[in-house]
Structure formats: structure tokens, C-alpha cells
């Protein structure tokens, strides 16, 4: 069966940086492009980038384009997703998911927490 | 980017009513539409996609309607364990843009 394990609680310094990452099994990892999504405090959805798993292409939303970085090592069937110069605002959890069809699989979630 | 006006942000309802969300997309995304629950502290889980198609294991309250630029989400009786937070989201052009919620709850 498909599973997308995230990586750990993380708590960062504003100016940080802080990279995630999301393992996948149980499916071709090339044959599907990621994405991830932010979810602030009590906040709505909001979608950051993906990658095209087999090319390594990504896209971004504007809001994120120049401080995310979405990466893939197809070897270890894992997408990363690094924000830099992190502020406050940043405190979310973070989702990846599979851009399959229908887009049913998400990993469980990873919260950064961003504090002085 | 596509805008998606979704409505209202919050509804109160009782068990068995029958409950009504919209969504609007500010362009044409033909059916390319995903709903989505979700409830505290869990990820998105998936309901409904290409607007109307029910995904596997999701019970028949819920259904999905339309195409275009204008869709509507439906619970047909509502249950106390559908008490959740609900999006749309488009998938015709990226980026993948949600709509603002809707936050469901029992009156």
C-alpha cells in the first residue's frame, strides 16, 4: 500500500533554515510527481510547490518561489522540502502528497515551529 | 494563479439536516475539482474528486456537483462525525489552489 512517512518536529530560530522530509513506499516513486502544502495555526491550506519526481523539475507558488526548495533523491524514494530565512509566520505544519489520480495519499504532517 | 472563492467559512448544523457548500473558481477548471475533510491535528482526507466522483470507502451522504467555474459539495444527512473542516481544491492548472474552508459544526 502507498505511505508517505514524514520526518519529525522540528524548532527553528528565525533566520534558519529547516528541511523536511517525506519517504515513500508501496508505488513507482517516478511515476508521480509530490507537492506540498502548509497549514498555519488555525489556518487554511495552502499549496507551496511540487516536483516532478522522475526529472527533478519543480514549480512553485509565487508566494514561495527564492525560499523554498523542493529536492528528490530517487534512490531513497524521499522528497525534501527546504524553507530558508525562516520567520515567524512560518510556524505551520507541513504536508507532502502524492499527485496521483485522485490525489488521496498525504503524509501525516510535520510541524515547524519557528521561535526565538 | 486561480482564485477559489469557497462558502460560506463557517455553517452550524443538526444531525440530519442536509448541508450545502459552494466553491467557485475564477476561471474555467472544467472538472478538475477535489473536496476534502479534514478534521484537528489529521491530514486532508480525500472525499470527492474530478468534482463528483466519490473515492473508494467514503460513505454516499456525501456527494459533489458541477463543472466549470461554479461546484457545490453535499452532505444529504448530516452525522455527528462529520464535524470537520472542508476544502476545495482545484487541479487544472498549478499551482493546486484550495479554497478558504468551511468549518462544520453540530448546533
Known amino acids: 500500500q502507498v505511505q508517505l512517512m514524514q520526518s519529525g518536529a522540528e524548532v527553528k530560530k528565525p533566520g534558519a533554515s529547516v528541511k523536511v522530509s517525506c519517504k515513500t513506499s508501496?508505488?513507482?516513486?517516478?511515476?508521480?510527481?509530490m507537492y506540498w502544502v502548509r497549514q498555519a495555526p488555525g489556518q487554511g491550506l495552502e499549496w507551496m510547490g511540487w516536483?516532478?519526481?522522475?526529472?527533478?523539475?519543480?514549480i512553485y507558488s509565487e508566494k514561495f518561489q527564492g525560499r523554498v526548495t523542493i529536492t528528490r533523491d530517487a534512490s531513497a524514494t524521499t522528497s525534501y522540502m527546504e524553507v530558508t530565512s525562516l520567520k515567524s509566520e512560518d510556524t505551520a505544519v507541513y504536508y507532502c502528497?502524492?499527485?496521483?489520480?485522485?490525489?488521496?495519499?498525504w503524509g501525516q504532517g510535520t510541524l515547524v515551529t519557528v521561535s526565538s | 494563479d486561480i482564485q477559489m472563492t469557497q462558502s460560506p467559512s463557517s455553517l452550524s448544523a443538526s444531525v440530519g439536516d442536509r448541508v450545502a457548500i459552494t466553491c467557485q473558481a475564477s476561471?474555467?477548471?472544467?472538472?478538475?475539482l477535489n473536496w476534502y475533510q479534514q478534521k484537528p491535528g489529521k491530514a486532508p482526507k480525500l472525499l470527492i474528486y474530478?468534482?463528483?466522483n466519490l473515492d473508494t470507502g467514503v460513505p454516499s451522504r456525501f456527494s459533489g456537483s458541477g463543472s466549470g467555474t461554479d461546484f457545490t459539495f453535499t452532505i444529504s444527512s448530516l452525522q455527528p462525525e462529520d464535524i470537520a473542516t472542508y476544502y476545495c481544491?482545484?487541479?487544472?492548472?498549478?499551482?493546486?489552489?484550495f479554497g478558504q474552508g468551511t468549518r462544520l459544526d453540530i448546533k
Open positions: 516536483i516532478n519526481s522522475g526529472t527533478g523539475d519543480t
Open positions: 502528497g502524492l499527485a496521483s489520480s485522485p490525489m488521496r495519499y
Open positions: 481544491q482545484q487541479y487544472d492548472n498549478l499551482p493546486f489552489t
Open positions: 474530478d468534482a463528483s
Open positions: 476561471q474555467d477548471i472544467t472538472n478538475d
Open positions: 508501496g508505488y513507482i516513486f517516478t511515476a508521480y510527481a
